[in-house]
């Protein structure tokens, strides 16, 4: 292990900040073995419910890659860096047995890279997802992670998907996973319904290990050519505009929860540096999804060289930059008053200045 790269979520210890988030690009064992052989300190599988909807939804999913002018562009695993990605998408078609006996070969591959492969469930109905919860951990699961986030949850039939937008919602569903098994939990949360601090600190008072900030935006895109929507559909929504978002609920879940709490950056990572803009706001460690699932898994080892090479650049370690930037933010109040400096940003001719 390289002692600058290695970062702590609770008694977790990865041996980089960079883990493959979970979407197409995971959803085979071939996908999963790409991401660790990249170098991902954790990869996420592609998540799974009981349910039969769910499962179907992924035969109509659809994606669109769009420029910062809304044109689709290429999906020639070359992105533009301005892309965003506008898709609908579904769970894992697998039979749970077969996710589970993937989730056990796959991790015992990833020991072999001191890496973890991670399984995700979004749950439909709670007390099968509890069952599954079970099931992931008598199969050797190190850790669970607990999507309560579904992007799609309101587009998908009724029950199919989890979408708690109540931090009270939230500890309820969490106490009774954490009554349930032993393995650490790291929740995903929305960042679709403006209240990002309450759902953590619900979260951690119902057991959660640690949270992961946040859950893609749902959206809707006109083609101004065809007057249809794109893709037909509203469609969960996400790029590189996403990051100072993202960053802003980490920033306020630290602030909340308090440094010790460990935190998961995702939505919005896409260039080489991205990963420490997280770090800086607070997150232990990124989940890349996107970015990897257009680009390719050279975008995990990219981003793992260029953490590297910041912190070695920097003289510091990962762990000592999680939250830096976080616990230096002022108040407007906190500024220096410069009466008329507004006046600099004014364009000539709209004001008597
Ligand atoms: C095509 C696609 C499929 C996804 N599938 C899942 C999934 O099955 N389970 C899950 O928890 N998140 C899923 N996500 C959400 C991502 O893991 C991630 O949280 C989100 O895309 C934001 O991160 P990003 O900006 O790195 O893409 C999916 C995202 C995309 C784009």
Known sequence: MNARMTTELGAIELKNPVMCGSGEMVIDEAGIRSALEAGAAAVFMKSTNESDVARAQLARSDYALLDSEWREVDWDFRPPPDASLFCRSGLTPQPFDAWLEMLATTDAYAREHDAFVIPSLIPADLDT???????????GARVLELNVAASHADEASQGALTLERSGDGVKRILSRFREAIDIPIWVKLTGQSGNVTELAKGARDG??????????????????????????????????????????????????LGASFPLIGTNGARSRLDVIRFLLSGASAV???????????????????????????????ASAIVGAAADRVATYAEQEERPGYWRKFVPEGSSDA
């Open 129 to 139: 997802a509890i069952t599954y919860a079970r099931r992931t951990e008598e199969a």
């Open 207 to 256: 057991g959660a290990d640690a949270v992961t900030l946040a859950g893609r935006f749902m959206a809707f895109v006109p083609d101004v050519e065809t007057m249809r929507p794109v893709l037909g559909t509203h469609a969960g929504f996400g790029g590189p505009w996403a990051l100072p978002i993202t960053c802003r609920f980490l920033v306020e879940a630290r602030k909340e």
């Open 287 to 317: 989940q890349m999804t996107s970015a990897v699932f257009a680009g390719g898994f050279g975008v995990l080892r990219g981003s793992i060289d260029a953490v590297d090479r910041y912190l070695e650049e920097h003289a510091t370690e």
